[in-house]
């Protein structure tokens, strides 16, 4: 069964950066998406960064670009979310899911418990 676990999140001030994991076990995960969402106190979920494993493609939301990056991993069955210029609006919890499509919530299967990054001005 695929289980996906992220680790990383910590509370940081504006302007600093992360790192997050989510190492996947059971995944054959080469023709996957995986992608990072996070959810904001009293918001949805929202797609941040999204990775093609076999490709190496990505996606990022407009508020994330330049300042995320999405890698992988393939030989350890990982993806990383590099955080920097963190901002408090990127305050949340934050997601690794597989097995969807791009960063369409919808579309996924598989998601992690989440990891906690704070991020204060």
């Known amino acids: 069964q695929l289980q996906l676990v992220e680790s990383g999140g910590a509370s940081v001030q504006a302007g600093g950066s992360l790192r997050l994991s989510c190492v996947c076990s059971?995944?054959?995960?080469?023709?996957?998406?995986v992608a990072w969402f996070r959810q904001a106190p009293g918001k949805g979920r929202e797609g941040v960064a999204g990775?093609?494993?076999?490709?190496?493609?990505?996606r990022y939301a407009e508020s994330v670009k330049g300042r995320f990056a999405i890698s992988r991993d393939i030989a350890k069955a990982a993806v990383y979310l590099q955080m920097n210029s963190l901002k408090p609006e990127d305050t949340g919890m934050y997601y690794c899911?597989?097995?969807?499509?791009?960063?369409?919530?919808?579309?996924?299967?598989?998601w992690g418990q989440g990891t906690q990054v704070t991020v204060s001005s």
């Open positions: 059971g995944c054959t995960w080469t023709y996957y998406w």
């Open positions: 990775l093609y494993v076999g490709s190496g493609n990505t």
């Open positions: 899911a597989a097995a969807g499509a791009g960063l369409e919530e919808g579309t996924y299967n598989y």
